[in-house]
C-alpha cells in the first residue's frame, strides 16, 4: 500500500458525495432527486474504487479496482441525463422502455470491463511506472473504450444543452441552480478530456 496527501481528495469526495446521496435519498419523491440521488450514490462507488487503486501497488489488484470503479463510471452520465430531463421538466418522452434502452450502453461496457483479459477491447495493454506519486497504471485504451466514452460525452452534452436552453428560456426559474449544475457538469468533462487527449501534467492521474 501507498500513501500520498492527494489522496485526501478521495476521501473527502467520497464522503460529500455518500452524505449528498443519503440527504436526497430521503427526498427522492421530488422530480428528479431519486436520479441525484443514485448519482452521488455512483460518485463515491467511482471514487473510492479508484481511490484504493492508487493506494494499491500490485497490477492485479489495481485491475479489480478500476473494474469496480467502471460500475460508477458509466453510471453517472446516465443518471446526470436521467435527472437533467426530470429537473427541467422535459421527461414526457421518458418511458421505461427509453429509460432502459439508454443503459443498454453501459452495461455492455462494464460487461466488457469485466472480461478485458479475454478480448482487450477496453484496455488492450497496462504498465506500472514509478513517479513521485508512487506506483501508478498506466492504460491504453480499445477501441470500445473509445465507444463508451463518445456514449458519455453525448449524453453529458445533451444534458448540459438541455440546462442551457431551460435557463435561457426561463431564466428566474432555473438560473441559480441551472448555472451550478452546468458548472458541475463541464469541470469533470474538462479534466476528463484532458486526461484522454494526453494533455495531463500528470501520466497516470485521472483529474475527472
Known sequence: MQFHSYLLLYFVTVSIS???GVYLWFRRDAGGVRDLALLMFAVALWTAADGIERMTVALPVKLVFSKVSHIGIQSVPVLFFLFVTRFTRRDRWLTPRREAALWI?????IFA???NEFHGWIWPQVLLVVGDLGVLAIYDHGIWFWLATAYDYVLILLAVGL???TVLRNPQRYRSNGVLLIGGALVPW???????????PVPGIDWT
Not at 450502453?105 to 461496457?109: R, W
Open 105 to 109: 450502453m453501459p452495461v455492455i461496457t
Open 113 to 115: 470491463v469485466m472480461t
Open 190 to 200: 474538462i479534466a476528463n478530456f484532458i486526461y484522454l487527449a494526453d494533455l495531463n
Open 18 to 20: 455518500l452524505l449528498i
Open 163 to 165: 440546462l442551457v436552453f
